[in-house]
């Protein structure tokens, strides 16, 4: 009877401890997920501001006098002498060169090669006795008063440039200098080998800045939102599946997904048509992995 009764007790004990351990399992187990479900996640914040956006379409391009013109000789012979210099005023049917047509036993009066227009001389070919034909070109020579810079646009944008658009122009020489003008000239004929057409910017250049030959770089307005509702272009998120946009702002120390609207962008900024308000604390890091719901810790803002 005596074992019996010590049997019983040690099952009870035994039974007790299962309980104890199963129960300190259990409350375990229910504390890690209440810290990891009350875990603060860090975030940076930026509020939504306002701004001026541009939405900018940029080519290249190569500056030309507005009327160029290459010089060549009516006689065949060799230079005797350039009358000019480059980059000297010419005017039309000034004497730029002088060509000896001699032939061994025969003399003939020097030959005047004569500027077709008025301008500058851009570039001087050719050598003292250098050898002439009919095909040689001895000068080149531009109105420089005027540019034009020619360039090509991509058949997906050529609807969206018109003449009479106003453009901005910079090279390399100048680079801190806007050089402001319009297209002039626009083909409405695509080239079927490059799929672009052939267009033409008219500039002023009184102090000849500008000179032929330079490369060009363009950038054109096409569309412009003064006083958006801007966002950073990080803060965006993609839901792929849906085709729509998304950022997270803070709520009451949580995060909140707000699907937007976006509209131009320009320089790592994005216009928000629809979606948020101005004064709103937008997260823009540490939001990739968020939900919506999740605590979040402001580390930097």
Known sequence: MRRKIIWIIVIVLILGIGYAVRTRKEMVKKKTKEDVS???????????????????LSFVGDIKGEDQVTVYSEATGRLSRYLVEEGSRVEKDEVIALVDRAVTGMEFEEAKVKSPLSGTVGRLYLDKGGAIGLDTPVALVAKMDRVKVEFSIPEKDMVKVSKGLGVRVRVDAYPDTIFNGVVTRLSS?????????????????????????????????????????????EAILEDLSAGSSFVFVVEDGRAVKR????????EGLVEVKSGLS?????????????????KVEVVEQ
């Open 278 to 294: 101005f004064g709103e604390k937008m997260i823009v890091s540490g939001h990739h992995y968020l939900k919506g719901g999740e």
């Open 189 to 233: 004929v695509v080239d079927p080998l490059t799929r672009t057409t052939y267009a033409e910017i008219t500039l002023s250049n009184p102090h000849h800045q500008l000179k032929p030959g330079m490369f060009a770089e363009i950038d054109t307005v096409i569309d412009f939102s003064k006083g958006a509702m801007v966002v950073p272009k």
């Open 38 to 56: 009350e875990a603060f996640v860090p975030v940076a914040i930026e509020e939504v501001k306002s701004g001026n956006l541009e939405s900018v």
């Open 259 to 266: 699907e937007i609207k976006t509209g131009i962008s320009q």
